[in-house]
Nanobody, 121 residues
Framework: HVQLVESGGGSVQAGGSLRLSCSASRYTSTHCMAWFRQFPGQGREAVASVSGGGATVYDDSVKGRFTVSRFHDRKVLYLQMNSLKPEDSAMYFC?????????????????WGQGTQVTVS
């Protein structure tokens, strides 16, 4: 079991930046970890992921603006968000799965954080 706790959300003006952090309760270096977001009334959609092997994947809507990374001890996952747009406003969730490979569906992930709100105006 892995417990995940997100932080770093908040309100920012369009064009600004935020960095989200996800702290894991144990080492997850061989696990896929990902960031999802959820708009009101919709399901969770994948934003960015990093596999157990270190490969990163981004949704087209955030490519070139967001960067996902793991801290060297592999217990913290970051999402650096630059050039934020109002359409990025959503609840952002950190997720992890026991496998090395990542998949874009939220059903593939076993562990979730509580979410952190990002609002861009």
């Amino acid at each position: 079991h892995v417990q995940l706790v997100e932080s770093g959300g908040g309100s920012v003006q369009a064009g600004g930046s935020l960095r989200l952090s996800c702290s894991a309760s144990r080492y997850t270096s061989t696990h896929c970890m990902a960031w999802f977001r959820q708009f009101p009334g919709q399901g969770r959609e994948a934003v960015a992921s990093v596999s157990g092997g270190g490969a990163t994947v981004y949704d087209d809507s955030v490519k070139g603006r967001f960067t996902v990374s793991r801290f060297h001890d592999r217990k913290v996952l970051y999402l650096q968000m630059n050039s934020l747009k109002p359409e990025d406003s959503a609840m952002y969730f950190c997720a992890a799965r026991s496998g090395v490979a990542c998949y874009p569906s939220d059903t593939a992930f076993e562990w979730w954080g509580q979410g952190t709100q990002v609002t861009v105006s």
